[in-house]
């Protein structure tokens, strides 16, 4: 069974929206810090952004890159993060990962598990 | 340009030791902030290697092991074997970010 599984990639064209999912399972959501990563085709991991939990107000952050564009929410009912994305541009062009925060202290984390990535082409 | 510089590719013969580094600031590893270590295989997505500095993983043989000092971090692959290569990446948090951020990668090669 894999704890986290993304969906909703898929080609999109500049200036478009499309939100990803990030359904979890085998572990318990509602007290989970989740984050998105990116990684655009041949480059390195960029980190998205991160919603906590509840206790925490489902407190948000995000990288420079995608502040004012991506929003991160969460329906702990149905344990799924969503990653929705605006004024899309190519550099936008990745495949995205969801993970969750591991450790006691947010700043400290590490990201495990991972989901298997969703790919978003931000392509005319 | 990453904000933890890691050495684009590193290489070694079966059974050699490699080192990566991982250099970072006094925003991030610089100011204590813990660094973690991630293999990725090639078409799969990152995996944990070590997280807080120096601790693995039950699973992640002890050939891993990983290390901090100032603002400088480093992975130490010993005994390579060919199923070694792949990218790995750092990771920390930057204070005047407020983001986690992480290294280039490097390309671990296998000759």
């Known amino acids: 069974e894999v704890p986290l599984v993304e969906s909703g990639g898929g080609l999109v064209q500049p200036g478009g929206s499309l939100t990803l999912s990030c359904t979890v399972s085998g572990f318990i959501f509602s007290a989970s810090t989740i984050h998105w990563v990116r990684q655009a085709p041949g480059k390195g991991l960029e980190w998205v952004g991160r919603?906590?939990?509840?206790?925490?107000?489902?407190?948000?952050a995000y990288g420079a890159s995608v502040k004012g564009r991506f929003t991160i929410s969460r329906d702990d009912s149905k344990t799924t993060a969503y990653l929705q994305m605006k004024s899309l541009k190519t550099d936008d062009t990745a495949v995205y990962y969801c993970?969750?925060?591991?450790?006691?202290?947010?700043?400290?984390?590490?990201?495990?598990?991972w989901g298997q990535g969703t790919l978003v082409t931000v392509s005319s | 340009q990453s904000v933890l510089t890691q050495p684009p590719s590193v290489s070694g013969a079966p059974g050699q030791r490699v080192t990566i580094t991982c250099t970072g600031s006094?925003?991030?590893?610089?100011?204590?902030?813990?660094v973690n270590w991630y293999q990725q295989l090639p078409g799969t997505a990152p995996k944990v290697l070590i997280y807080g500095n120096n601790n693995r993983p039950s699973g992640v043989p002890d050939r891993f092991s990983g290390s901090k000092s100032g603002a400088s971090a480093s992975l130490a692959i010993t005994g390579l074997q060919a199923e070694d290569e792949a990218d790995y990446y750092c990771q920390s948090f930057d204070s005047r970010l407020s983001a986690w951020v992480f290294g280039g990668g490097t390309k671990v090669t296998v000759l």
């Open positions: 919603i906590r939990g509840e206790a925490n107000s489902y407190a948000t």
């Open positions: 993970t969750r925060a591991s450790g006691y202290y947010q700043a400290s984390a590490w990201f495990d598990p």
């Open positions: 006094r925003s991030n590893i610089g100011a204590d902030y813990d």
